[in-house]
């Protein structure tokens, strides 16, 4: 049996499970979740030998919407109240299965945790824990350009860790996928933070000045009182804030602004834009069927919206309307890119990026 530790927003733990179960069931590959309480992690089980690299091979963690981030388990780890490096080192001298050759090592606290001690010990852990590991052959540094390989430690208290690794080529840009963002005191409003976390989660890191500058031309539906407004025109982009509510005066003040009072469901533009962001979290079918009628139209190039997702049947309701956006989307000969995550930033929705890509 071989193991999977699979991290996601804490709650949404049978989320991340069945998305994982379904996924992995597609590729020929058929494992089962064990969720935790709430901790923001799942442990997942796999049958027969190496099943964990053929589902990494087939499987990319970015194509996934509720699982922020993986790792193999390679042990579990006793820790001792004295020589933790020693115990880590010791397990994993004795696998029996080698694994690859990491050139550095992350460590990772559930994303519920609470204990302030264990957060400090974790950071001073990190400096006698490298220099032991490095002494132990176990980590490379200098082999970090060659080797695609982290080694991964989940500190659940302070006598027991989940040791793994993780591959460059298939886990998050950030570790559990988390971006650690900060508002600025100008921001109209917290929902600033999720769209720079979702250009930062789905935009090719190399690639954000094409997609973001410019000068483009953008609309926000749903856009009081400004906080999406505010990141398009961080950007330099000229916006169009569609909602009956007030906007931010300093956000009014800038120029870049058109204020428009109006629903942002029934409203459309006279002629394409760039992008189109929604924050309405409301009628998550309506929503997607309405970033259909852009993206089909040709009233935008590129899209940000929220779903949000009814409390009971969440996993449930996303299947839903991916399915409206996959067919919506087939209906015209454009080629589209769709991507959607529960961003860190994100509570009860879940955050999509499509892109007309001709």
């Given amino acids: 049996m071989e193991q999977l530790i699979v991290f996601c927003r804490p709650g949404f733990e049978i989320e991340a499970g069945r998305e994982l179960t379904d996924a992995a069931a597609l590729n020929g590959i058929y494992g089962y979740f064990e969720p935790g309480s709430a ?39 006793s820790l001792p109240p004295t020589d933790r490096v020693g115990a880590v080192i010791d397990a994993l001298k004795s696998l029996d299965s080698e694994f690859p050759a990491c050139a550095r090592v992350e460590i990772r606290l559930p994303e519920n945790n609470s204990d302030p001690d264990l957060g400090n010990f974790a950071r001073k852990w990190v400096s006698p824990l490298s220099k032991g590991l490095r002494g132990a052959g176990i980590l490379q540094p200098d082999r970090e350009a060659q080797s695609p390989a982290r080694l991964e430690l989940l500190l659940l208290g302070f006598n027991r860790v989940i040791a793994g690794v993780s591959l460059a080529c298939n886990r998050a840009r950030f570790v559990s996928g988390i971006p650690r963002l900060r508002l600025p005191a100008s921001a109209p409003s917290r929902s600033a933070l999720k769209l720079e976390e979702a250009w930062k989660v789905f935009l090719p890191p190399e690639q954000e000045l094409a997609y973001l500058g410019g000068g483009k031309q953008a609309v926000d539906l749903g856009a009081a009182p400004g906080g999406w407004t505010w990141q398009l025109v961080r950007q330099g982009m000229m916006v169009t804030a569609v909602d009956n509510g007030p906007m931010n005066a300093e956000l009014m003040a800038s120029g870049h602004v058109h204020h428009i009072g109006a629903d942002g469901y029934q409203w459309r533009p006279r002629r394409g834009v760039d992008w189109m962001v929604c924050d309405i979290v409301d009628h998550p079918r309506r929503t997607a069927a309405m970033a259909v009628e852009w993206l089909n139209q040709k009233l935008c190039r590129y899209t940000v919206f929220n779903l949000k997702l009814p409390m009971k049947k969440r996993y449930d309701e996303w299947l839903i309307c991916r399915d409206i956006l996959d067919q919506g989307l087939a209906l015209t000969e454009m080629n589209f890119r769709i991507r959607a995550r529960h961003l860190y930033h994100d509570r009860e929705e879940i955050t999509c990026f499509i892109e007309r890509l001709d």
């Fill in 39 to 77: 901790q923001g992690f799942v442990v997942f089980n796999l049958p027969g030998p190496a099943s964990a690299d053929t589902l990494l091979a087939t499987l990319s963690v970015h194509t996934l919407v509720f699982v922020r981030d993986w790792f193999v388990v390679l042990a579990e780890v």
